[in-house]
């Protein structure tokens, strides 16, 4: 007996299909799928039915059973060209088919060049995916780099112009000079008139100055 044919679609399922395991009570039992671990180096896992391997970033065209029509060692901007090229005049050739006998098997024969090349080329551009997130990181970089040079710099113009400020302010203060009899700073305060007058009406006020002049009188 033969085994079933296993079904593998092209495309994720929906998100419904993993929104309905993590429930509340999933989740607090302890029973929501827990997410995958990351592949190891050298471990071989599958996608939508295709076997993919860590060691290899971009698949060969003949571990695929493609046709190569790329040489091993190639100009890559000239086999683009090339490849353009053969795009361009295959199609015309199913276009002179299609209009003088569509019926004609070269019909079907021209599709598949069509395909084979299409597929030579996207697999030759998908060869630039490494050097294009190489580019990428190398720009996120210099960008990060230049963002931090122009923050540093500005907090350094910053910092300069708080320290002018303070010496500034430091250098307006007054100086105090020493007293020669009292041998202490000499110290003017003002006060308000308004509140040595309610002062002078306090009772407290007139006792303190009679103990103030009965101690002056003593020494």
Known sequence: MSNPETQVSSLPMPPERYIS???EENIRRNRAPRPPPPPSQHEVYSMFGIQYNNDEMIRSLESQNIKRLIPIHFDRRKELKKLNHSLLVNFLDLIDFLILNPDS????EKIDDLSLLFVNMHHLLNEFRP????????????????????????FQKHL????DIVNNVFAGLP??????ENGGAKI??????????AA????????????CKLVDSIE
Request: hydrophobic share 25%; proline share 5%.
């Open 21 to 23: 395991n993590y429930t």
């Open 105 to 108: 098997p070269r019909r079907t």
């Open 131 to 154: 050097h294009q997130a190489r580019e990428t990181l190398r720009v996120m970089m210099e960008m990060q780099k230049r963002q931090r040079v122009e923050t540093a710099t500005r």
């Open 160 to 163: 300069e112009r708080v320290r």
């Open 175 to 180: 100086v105090l000079g020493d007293d020669s």
């Open 188 to 197: 003017k305060m003002e006060i308000d008139p308004m509140e040595s007058s």
């Open 200 to 211: 002078k009406n306090d009772p407290s006020y007139q006792h303190d100055r009679l103990m």
